[in-house]
C-alpha cells in the first residue's frame, strides 16, 4: 500500500507505536543475533534491537520515514524496500516487525510471508506484531456510517485477520507457529483533537479522490460521534486490537517457500 508520510509528526505524536512494539523485543530468543527490522519506519526499534547487542539493520518502503531514522541513528544500517517483495543476502536469525502487516493487502500476505521464510536462516524467528481481528473497529464503523451519509463507501483500508486466518498462512508458507495472541489494547492518543489527528495521519486510502472539506467534515464527524465511546477523562483513546505472533522457519524441513 502506497503512503505518505509526515515523519517528523508521526514521530513525535505517534511515538507510541514504536513504544509499544518495545515489548515485542523480548520474544526474540539469544544474543548477538544478526536482525532485520522490517518495516522499521523511523529506526527508533532498530535502535532498540541494536540497544540489546542484535546486528541490526533497518527495512522501510518510506523514503521520508528512511531519511528520520538515518538522521537519528546514523551508525546503523537502513535499506529501503517492499516488505511483500525483497531478498536477503546473506540469511538472518531473526526477522522483526511491529505495526506493519495490516498496510499489506491480503492477497499480498503469502508473498510477505515467503519473502521473510527465505530472508531466515534455519531455524530463524520471525517475531511480529500487527493488527489484528477487531483494530478500530468503532474507528472504521462510524467513518463508514459518515461515508454512507454522504452517500459514499467506505473501503476497509487495512488487513486485520484472526489468529486462525494468519496462523494458517504462516504454517502453509513453512512456519512453526510457536505463538499467536490476540489482545486488546486501548491506546492513549494525544490532543485535544487526538482521534482525529490519528484519522488524518492513518486513514487515507478512502478519502482518495474526496474534496478535501468534506474529508474533514467527514473526520470531525466520526470523532464527534465517538467521543462517549472513545474519550474518558478528557483524554482520546483508539480500540486497538493486536495479533502477536512468533514463529520458526524449522531447521529441517520439506517445505520450501517461493516468492
Known sequence: MNISWDAAKYTHDFSF????????????????????????GNGALTAELAARGHDAEGMDASGDLLQTARANHPELRFRQGDAADFQA????????SNAVFHWIDREK???????????????????FEFGGYGNNARIHAALGREFEKRGLAYRMPFYF??????AALLERGGFQVRLALLLDRPTKLK?????????????????????????????RSAAKELEGALRHGGDWYADYVRLRCKAVKPRESTCFAKI
Open 17 to 40: 507505536v514504536h513504544q509499544y512494539g518495545a515489548a515485542l523485543l523480548d520474544l526474540i530468543d539469544g544474543e548477538g543475533l544478526s536482525v532485520l527490522d522490517l518495516g522499521c
Open 161 to 166: 485477520p484472526a489468529i486462525g486466518e494468519y
Open 191 to 219: 490532543g485535544e483533537d487526538g482521534l482525529y489527528d490519528w484519522i488524518r495521519m492513518f486513514v487515507k486510502t478512502p478519502f482518495q479522490g474526496i474534496e478535501p472539506d468534506l474529508g474533514e467534515e467527514i473526520m
Open 109 to 127: 500476505q503469502p508473498g510477505m510471508i515467503a519473502c521473510v521464510y527465505n530472508a531466515l536462516k534455519p531455524g530463524g524467528q520471525f517475531v
Open 89 to 96: 543476502e546473506p540469511p538472518y536469525d531473526a526477522v522483526f
